[in-house]
């Protein structure tokens, strides 16, 4: 049973920053270099200072992060909510052409309910050691997670039409990609009471954040064995911040991650010969019909898109009894996903390549990007985006997703709130 509640939230002073937009960015793990170096110099006071520090010969990029957000606090760039509060967040925003709204609220969330919270992405060391730094450095959730529940009755939604909607955000802004984000603050205690309620018998589904979640449960371990903390007694850090959404909601979009491979060593004939062992693969000349043909055949059975100097392919599996035979100790929804089909049967069994080999194995949102960097000795692999039923029913299996299998859209900005700990 899921367990939240409100809290004070650090927030930047709008008496100060004038321009909310300069201060905000996405989540630290889509941010790639030239990124980066924008969001460090659109403003001094931009969160990635904290979140995603640059690495500066003789100085620690962690500790640099605690002294910045010291200082923010101590001259007023960042204030503290006058009152524990649940904060309701609107996006707005266009997906090939269809305007969508996403709605849902940050509060914050109990490391102890490892029994109603479900993840579906792997982790990997490095990130989280990267994390663990930042998190021991600045004693503070600097993002909030992104979290899915259902909420059949649609109580959260009905709150913000009758409460909310209504009122003043306390934050709206316009982001870099044209993406309306409004948040509104909300402390009155019946309506917290009520969301509290509402959340109790909810399972938890991690969308983005696997990494600083584990990170948190690791660090709030360590504490309480530090600190001999009894077994009853409630600590800050037996919370993280979190960005609840509607699994049903209509504004939840997932967008399929692609790949480059480079290298590959078998020249085409070889290729499509012994691709034919698994899949019919047809011929697509032109490449607008080519991607509606992926994603109309994806509706109905598992579908890879292939890109090779300026060919375009869709293909078809030939049989599902195929993935029963390649991939045995999955269940069967994980072994019909696109991303396992590629990572199995083409990557291990034809080309003989690692699926996370960093060096030959490019991932990216944006197919155009990936066919524009191909050459004569690679070949890029589209996918239909994975289904919202799908994570829920793997997730809730216990098993986790292949790395880079989703990209939920929009992303929950960074730098809207802070979670500051009282360690």
Request: aromatic letters at 10%.
């Amino acid at each position: 049973m899921a367990k939240i509640k409100p809290f004070s939230a650090l927030f930047y002073n709008q008496e100060k920053i004038k321009d909310i937009s300069k201060v905000v960015c996405p989540p630290y793990d889509v941010i790639d270099t030239a990124q980066q170096e924008f969001y460090h110099t659109l403003s001094p006071y931009n969160i990635i200072h904290l979140i995603l520090g640059k690495d500066i010969a003789g100085q620690d990029k962690y500790t640099r992060a605690k002294e910045r957000l010291r200082t923010w606090i101590n001259e007023k760039i960042l204030v503290t909510d006058t009152s524990e509060c649940v904060y309701f967040y609107l996006q707005e925003y266009k997906i090939k052409g269809e305007r969508k709204t996403r709605l849902g609220f940050i509060s914050l969330l109990s490391l102890d309910d490892k029994n109603s919270i479900f993840s579906h992405e792997h982790t990997r060391i490095e990130p989280k050691e990267d994390r663990l730094r930042l998190l021991e450095a600045v004693q503070a959730n600097l993002s909030p997670i992104f979290v899915l529940f259902q909420d059949k009755n649609r109580i959260i939604l009905r709150i913000y039409e009758q409460y909310i909607e209504q009122k003043t955000p306390l934050i709206e802004l316009t982001d870099q990609e044209n993406i309306l984000h409004k948040l509104w603050r909300i402390d009155e205690p019946y309506l917290l009471d009520l969301i509290q309620r509402s959340m109790r018998d909810r399972n938890i589904f991690i969308a983005d954040g696997h990494h600083r979640y584990e990170v948190a449960v690791t660090y709030r371990n360590y504490l309480r064995e530090k600190q001999k903390v009894c077994v009853d007694e409630e600590k800050d850090y037996d919370y993280i911040m979190a960005y609840f959404t509607n699994i049903e909601s209509r504004g939840l979009v997932i967008i399929p991650v692609h790949r480059l491979i480079k290298n590959v060593e078998l020249d085409d004939r070889s290729f499509m010969d012994r691709i034919k062992d698994y899949f019919e693969p047809e011929e697509i000349k032109d490449k607008h019909r080519f991607f509606f043909c992926l994603e109309k055949a994806g509706l109905t059975q598992p579908t890879l898109g292939l890109y090779k100097e300026a060919h375009y392919f869709i293909l078809r599996l030939k049989s599902l009894t195929i993935l029963d035979k390649i991939i045995k100790d999955k269940p069967r929804q994980y072994r019909r996903l696109d991303v396992s089909i590629l990572n199995y049967i083409i990557l291990k069994e034809v080309l003989n390549i690692e699926p996370e080999d960093k060096e030959r194995v490019k991932f990216d949102v944006d197919a155009e990007k990936l066919i524009m960097q191909a050459d004569k000795n690679s070949m890029v692999f589209l996918l239909n985006p994975v289904k919202i039923e799908e994570i829920i029913e793997i997730a809730s299996a216990g098993y986790r997703l292949p790395p880079k299998s989703t990209y939920f859209y929009p992303k929950v900005l960074s730098g809207l709130l802070i979670n500051k700990l009282n360690v």
